[in-house]
Structures are given as C-alpha cells and as structure tokens.
Nanobody
C-alpha cells in the first residue's frame, strides 16, 4: 500500500514537497517512483529511484525536481522547485520489485491513490 501526501495549489515559481509512505513490502528490494497525469494526457514518469539508490529524472523536470528515499521512515519524497503551470496534474507514487529506474508506467505494479498538484501562472 502506498499513501501520497503534500499536493496543493501554488503559484508558478513556488515549491512543494510530496511524500509517499509505503506499507507491506521491503523498501530495500523495491524500486519506487513518481509519475504524473494531466487531464487528457497519459501518465508520464517524473522521477524514479531503484533499490541501490540510482535515480532517473525526466527531462521536463530535470534541475527542478529531486527524488529521495528515507528507508528508515519508509517514505519516498519529491522536492519540486520552480514549479510551472505545465507541472499541474495528479502525482502518483509507484513501487515494484527490482524495476531499476524505468520511467515507463506499465512496468510498475503498485500505485498510490494520487495527490493533486495545481500550479497557477
């Protein structure tokens, strides 16, 4: 089970930090990540991190978003800086066993319920 939090409505240029707490699986064996879905668009990968600490960030957020994982707290984070209106969407936390740092949604089995991020210009 994955539970996201931290979504909000903000102005362009502001920051947000999303959190995702996981239950029922071994954080040391699973890859995790953040995906987002804007209205009328497909779900896209934002940032992922594997069980070795390797991470990947999509080009659209590189330099602005940072993914991190606190295994002791069983929590995944996404620090989002310099937010833009095009970052608006529902942000989903995902996890799966040994998925590396893939940014393809089809490769992940477990998903949270999502948290809404709205960025106004």
């Amino acid at each position: 089970r994955l539970v996201e939090s931290g979504g909000d409505s903000v102005q362009a240029g502001e920051s947000l930090k999303l959190s995702c707490t996981g239950f029922g699986f071994d954080f040391h064996l699973y890859a995790m990540g953040w995906f987002r879905q804007a209205p009328g668009k497909e779900r896209e990968g934002v940032a992922t991190i594997d069980n070795y600490g390797n991470f990947r960030t999509s080009n659209s957020v590189k330099g602005r978003f940072t993914i991190s994982l606190d295994k002791d707290k069983r929590t995944l984070y996404l620090q989002m800086n310099s937010l833009k209106p095009e970052d608006t969407g529902i942000y989903y936390c995902t996890a799966d066993y040994g998925r590396g740092t893939s940014l393809l949604a089809d490769e992940y089995k477990y998903w949270g319920q999502g948290t809404q991020v709205t960025v106004s210009s």
